[in-house]
Nanobody, 124 residues
């Protein structure tokens, strides 16, 4: 199974982008999907994650209130709606899929599949 992330680009501060993550094949037993980002010189950061059974979402403090993760289930596209973007949001964004609970994924563990990454650049 491959995950394809798309929707990145160049946007001015205050703008919006919508990232999409699509699986190449049906994903069995995937319970959590999420978005991570990696900026040059910074540690990888979990941005948002969502599980369906139970239905839970998690956001990092840096994006809470600005980003929204959505998707019906792991076998349909998962989206990351990003609003009020800031230059600090500049990074490569990766989608991930996991058979582990959300509590494990948000700590950076349990990743079964990684997407290819999509660049988000926010200009000031």
């Amino acid at each position: 199974v491959q995950l394809q992330a798309s929707g990145g680009g160049l946007v001015q501060a205050g703008g919006s982008l919508r990232l999409s993550c699509t699986a190449s094949a049906r994903t069995y037993r995937i319970s959590t999907m999420g978005w991570f980002r990696q900026a040059p010189g910074k540690e990888r950061e979990v941005v948002a994650a969502r599980s369906w059974r139970p239905s839970l979402t998690h956001y990092s403090d840096s994006v809470k209130g600005r980003f929204t993760i959505s998707g019906d289930n792991a076998n349909n596209p998962v989206y990351l709606e990003m609003n009020s973007l800031k230059p600090d949001d500049t990074a490569v964004y990766y989608c991930v899929a996991s058979r582990s609970p959300l509590s494990v994924v948000v700590k950076g563990g349990g990743m079964n599949y990684w997407g290819s990454g999509t660049q988000v650049t926010v200009s000031s």
